[in-house]
């Protein structure tokens, strides 16, 4: 039997990741010799689509078991349909993670863990490709003019609104601050933003804003207004990045389009 465990590291004593989708390693043990394998996961840089990506991935891998985090209902449906197990488990070091399952301690997961709106809650990462519906908090829009800015790390700025029981209570413009690399994640996160808004934006951009907590929304275009609008509705209609112009690694922009890791 191949068991796959979302895994942070490359080592059993890595703990479980519970972010399927956009874990950086899947941890494969084979029960029959014993050994484990650590393969990368091509689904953790991706923009969207990252839940889908993994898995297609690690049904390539022939495996019986995943134990994981959370489900989004994208990624639940095309595990759930090719007859793999799915257990979720607590975040712990991956030789616990096995030894709670084989003690049937796991839970099976029949269905979506999370519910699938885009919203402000936690992470869209930290579930695979879904996150929690609009309540309250704090999200930004990448601004050019009067529109959502086509190149995420060249916007002339940001227009940050604040949510009270999905209604605005507040909304600024902030001219932005540059696009060093990593900066701005950090950035807008030091101002309470959870979600960002924008027409393009690499994939590497997308894990630094993961990793601050923060959800990204790609591929939208038109007024600011009506992202803002259809984002509180629950309707706006994000897609590929429409920046296509990422190269090398971490991130780094090779060219004038400024929408890689800034």
Not at 147 to 174: M, P, S, W
Not at 237 to 257: I, N, R
Request: aromatic letters at 6%; hydrophobic letters at 35%; glycine letters at 14%.
């Amino acid at each position: 039997m191949k068991i796959a465990i979302s895994s942070s590291g490359k080592e059993t004593g890595s703990l479980l990741d519970p972010r399927f989708g956009r874990c950086a390693f899947f941890a494969i043990y084979d029960s029959e010799t014993k050994k484990w394998n650590y393969l990368l996961n091509p689904g953790a840089l991706e923009g969207s689509g990252a839940g889908i990506k993994a898995a297609q991935f690690i049904l390539e891998q022939n495996v019986d078991v995943i134990l994981t985090g959370n489900l989004g209902p994208n990624v639940s449906h095309v595990l759930s349909t090719s007859g793999v197990k799915i257990y979720t488990l607590p975040e712990v070091p991956l030789e616990e993670a096995l030894k709670q399952y084989e003690e049937g301690k796991g839970n099976l997961i029949t269905e979506p863990t999370v519910s699938p709106p885009v919203g402000l809650g936690s992470s869209a990462d930290a579930t695979g490709d879904s996150v929690p519906t609009v309540a309250s908090g704090k999200f930004a829009v990448a601004t050019e003019g009067t529109d959502v800015a086509q190149h995420f790390g060249r916007c002339q700025a940001y227009t940050l609104v604040d949510v009270e029981n999905d209604k605005v209570v507040n909304k600024t413009v902030i001219p932005s601050p540059g696009h060093q690399p990593g900066f701005l994640p950090r950035f807008l996160a030091e101002k309470g933003v959870k979600c960002v808004i924008a027409g393009g934006m690499g994939p590497r951009a997308q894990a630094l804003f993961s990793e601050q907590g923060i959800n990204t929304v790609v591929g939208v275009i038109g007024p600011v207004e009506e992202a803002i609008e259809n984002f509180l509705s629950g309707t706006l209609a994000g897609g590929p990045s429409l920046c296509g112009h990422v190269q090398g690694d971490g991130g780094h922009v090779h060219g004038d389009h400024g929408c890689g890791g800034h």
